[in-house]
């Protein structure tokens, strides 16, 4: 994935600046999303890996009526500004 531009954010060791940092990495909107599937635990989110994590957030949509999202195409389209390229690997 790859790594956000240097700017300044805050403490890095502060657990909200950890959780963005973290989930940006996929995409924009993704860290909201994770932080409502976990109804705001922002410390079990840190705990889960990615793995995990997705499939909590595509339960989590399935119980809002949401149709569960590719996030990592949503990222990578966010920054490639083509929708229609699939990511690599």
């Given at each position: 994935m790859p790594q956000l531009p240097d700017i300044?954010?805050?403490?890095p060791n502060d657990p909200t600046v950890k959780h963005v940092l973290r989930f940006r990495l996929v995409s924009r909107e993704y860290p909201l999303i994770v932080t409502k599937a976990y109804a705001?635990?922002?410390?079990?989110?840190?705990k889960d890996d990615e793995e995990t994590v997705a499939g909590?957030?595509?339960l989590w949509e399935s119980s809002q009526g949401i149709s569960p999202r590719n996030?990592?195409?949503?990222?990578h389209a966010e920054?490639?500004?083509?929708?229609?390229?699939?990511?690599?690997?």
């Open positions: 300044d954010i805050g403490d705001g635990d922002l410390e079990a989110a840190a909590r957030v595509r996030w990592v195409a949503i990222g920054r490639t500004g083509d929708p229609n390229e699939p990511p690599a690997g």
